[in-house]
């Protein structure tokens, strides 16, 4: 390129400038107001562009942490035999609550109860602004041993954790370790387990009492099976700030 197209070229603005050009524009009363209008809708997509760049960026980031769920739920069969297992959705909260605040995720509900069925619809919010949702309609889960009440949560709860399970790629079952028994039986930590908990946020410099109520528990000896790596990858986040 000659020195001369060098000095006509002009350089490519980033987002930022683009939206201070928006904003410059938006003092002066002398712009037109359909120009405005349409520099308002150029920003909007901009923000937008952004927002959903962000999302997927970050969820991307946070697949990797996100652990196996233990399926401590039964559902038996009328010889009292167990006939299938799942996640329950307290356990599924507890696992993901922690990991989605650490990436900038919130996670919400909305519910109808429609013709005698229940619609639960999941959101998955960024800090960014972008969002994306998902939405299960089910029967009323009717028992001999439930109200309507109980039988409607029942249901809700269902379809929160499909609807969490498909926005994040949740998984339930069981681990290698020890057959997955300890595992899918929802057992805590063992005794070298918590020694080496304790050791890693010694080492980090981590307030315990502090990194307990992030977590979502009362002590380390609570900390559940399943829940074991995703301590461990919290602890080694902190560490990574440090550096």
Same mark, same amino acid.
């Given at each position: 390129?000659?020195?001369?197209?060098?000095?006509?070229?002009?350089?490519?603005?980033?987002?930022?400038?683009?939206?201070?050009?928006? $904003?410059?524009?938006?003092?002066?009363?002398?712009?037109?107001?359909?120009?405005?209008?349409?520099?308002?809708?150029?920003?909007?997509?901009?923000?937008?562009?952004?927002?959903?760049?962000?999302?997927?960026?970050?969820?991307?980031?946070?697949?990797?942490?996100?652990?196996?769920?233990?399926?401590?739920?039964?559902?038996?069969?009328?010889?009292?035999?167990?006939?299938?297992?799942?996640?329950?959705?307290?356990?599924?909260?507890?696992?993901?609550?922690?990991?989605?605040?650490?990436?900038?995720?919130?996670?919400?509900?909305?519910?109808?109860?429609?013709?005698?069925?229940?619609?639960?619809?999941?959101?998955?919010?960024?800090?960014?602004?972008?969002? $994306?949702?998902?939405?299960?309609?089910?029967?009323?889960?009717?028992?001999?041993?439930?109200?309507?009440?109980?039988?409607?949560?029942?249901?809700?709860?269902?379809?929160?954790?499909?609807?969490?399970?498909?926005?994040?790629?949740?998984?339930?079952?069981?681990?290698?370790?020890?057959?997955?028994?300890?595992?899918?039986?929802? $057992?805590?930590?063992?005794?070298?387990?918590?020694? =080496?908990?304790?050791?890693?946020?010694?080492?980090?410099?981590? =307030?315990?009492?502090?990194?307990?109520?992030?977590?979502?528990? =009362?002590?380390?000896?609570?900390?559940?099976?399943?829940?074991?790596?995703?301590?461990?990858?919290?602890?080694?986040?902190?560490?990574?700030?440090?550096?």
């Amino acid at each position: 390129m000659s020195a001369e197209a060098k000095q006509v070229a002009a350089p490519v603005p980033d987002t930022t400038s683009i939206v201070q050009v928006i $904003e410059r524009a938006a003092l002066n009363p002398a712009v037109d107001i359909e120009k405005m209008e349409r520099l308002l809708a150029m920003q909007e997509r901009i923000l937008d562009r952004n927002a959903k760049a962000a999302y997927a960026a970050a969820l991307s980031r946070m697949q990797p942490e996100l652990p196996t769920v233990a399926e401590r739920g039964t559902i038996k069969n009328k010889a009292g035999g167990v006939q299938s297992r799942y996640a329950l959705w307290e356990d599924v909260v507890s696992v993901i609550t922690p990991i989605l605040s650490r990436h900038g995720f919130a996670l919400t509900f909305r519910t109808s109860n429609p013709e005698k069925l229940v619609t639960v619809t999941g959101v998955l919010t960024h800090q960014e602004g972008h969002s $994306e949702e998902t939405t299960l309609t089910l029967p009323i889960d009717s028992s001999d041993f439930r109200n309507l009440v109980q039988s409607i949560g029942s249901s809700v709860s269902y379809g929160k954790r499909y609807t969490a399970a498909a926005l994040l790629n949740l998984r339930s079952g069981l681990s290698e370790d020890d057959d997955g028994q300890a595992y899918s039986r929802g $057992e805590c930590i063992s005794e070298k387990q918590v020694a =080496d908990i304790t050791a890693l946020l010694s080492e980090v410099g981590a =307030d315990k009492v502090r990194f307990l109520k992030y977590i979502g528990i =009362d002590s380390i000896e609570s900390i559940l099976v399943a829940n074991y790596d995703a301590v461990i990858r919290a602890i080694e986040a902190k560490r990574r700030k440090q550096r």
